[in-house]
């Protein structure tokens, strides 16, 4: 039986007692394998979060809903709230580095980290950015940061594709707010899991996700295949998703969804909402099928490496 325990009044907290631990790989049993193909990691790259999502206490007005749980729902605004589960082994095999490898494992969700109105600007970036291509597929991507954007069948650097044209299409103010939202997300990570926010560094990578209902025509659109961030990234310590438009609103479908030993926990996408999570295998995940509309988010995460960590995008 699981063991359950509330925090004080900064959130809700239960941990989770039951059920193996998954062993470092079992994406590719589980998955397709279909991680990191060449320079720009399509299908993987949504896969984790783009919707990556994630998590939340499955009290209060969560429930069940199609045969899982619903652990936060985008009618409700969740302040904090929080699920620790066992951690895998897969923090054990490497270096350890003070201060940030995980100790405590788990899921997060809030919605008091990033206004709705916030959301609706970085939402803004994330549509002008993408103007410029789109995959044929429907999956997209763009990465401010590499300069990845999704265009036909493939991807493009935008920053030398389209040359002084991003002038015209990002401010300062833009990657200003980037820069804020990212650092806020961080040190909402590094509270809840008790580490120090200077140890962590973002990594690579980190991507706007758009996703409609148009059929898939590579497996860069295939974003829905259950996966570990960490088999899949390497360096990845901690996944974050900033959801950039609502469930049930804006689009149908696309869901996140945690796949734990014999239940399924979803949580609902809402502008503005922050989900969070250790990236082992303690957290295997996947996305349902957008079934119509288009939804929109932003994956930011972080290694305990300094060695595979990047610096903010600069618009230069």
């Not at 509330?6 to 998955?31: D, V």
């Not at 709230?81 to 899921?107: H, L, M, Q």
């Not at 140890?199 to 209902?213: G, V």
Request: glycine share 14%; hydrophobic share 35%; net charge positive.
């Amino acid at each position: 039986m699981a063991t359950q325990r509330r925090a004080g009044p900064g959130g809700e907290r239960r941990r989770t007692g039951g059920g193996k631990a998954r062993a470092p790989g079992t994406a590719t049993a589980t998955g397709r394998g279909w991680a990191l193909r060449g320079a720009v990691p399509g299908a993987a790259l949504l896969g984790s979060a783009v919707l990556v999502g994630g998590l939340l206490g499955w009290s209060l007005p969560g429930g069940w809903q199609g045969g899982a749980e619903v652990l936060a729902r985008g009618s409700e605004a969740v302040r904090d709230r929080f699920v620790e589960v066992a951690c895998s082994g897969d923090y054990g095999a490497g270096r350890r580095f003070e201060g940030c490898t995980p100790r405590k494992c788990g899921r997060g969700v809030t919605d008091a980290v990033i206004t709705r109105e916030e959301a609706g600007r970085i939402r803004r970036i994330a549509e002008r950015g993408l103007s410029l291509g789109g995959s044929d597929g429907g999956a997209s991507i763009l990465d401010l940061h590499s300069g990845a954007l999704s265009l036909g069948k493939h991807f493009v650097n935008l920053y030398r594709y389209f040359g002084d044209k991003i002038q015209d299409i990002f401010t300062e103010e833009d990657f200003a707010l980037y820069r804020d939202v990212r650092r806020r997300i961080q040190e909402k990570i590094a509270q809840v899991f008790g580490i120090n926010s200077s140890a962590m560094y973002l990594t690579k990578p980190t991507f706007f996700s758009r996703i409609n209902s148009t059929e898939a025509k590579t497996t860069h659109d295939e974003y829905w295949h259950p996966h570990i961030d960490k088999v899949t990234y390497g360096s990845f310590d901690y996944t974050s998703l900033l959801y950039l438009s609502d469930y049930a609103e804006d689009f149908g479908g696309g869901r996140f969804v945690f796949m734990d030993e014999g239940s399924n926990k979803t949580i609902e996408p809402r502008a503005g909402r922050v989900s969070f999570f250790t990236s082992g295998s303690e957290n295997l995940h996947r996305v349902e099928k957008v079934r119509w509309g288009t939804r929109y988010a932003i994956t930011i995460s972080f290694t305990c490496n300094p060695d595979h960590g990047i610096g903010d995008p600069v618009l230069t």
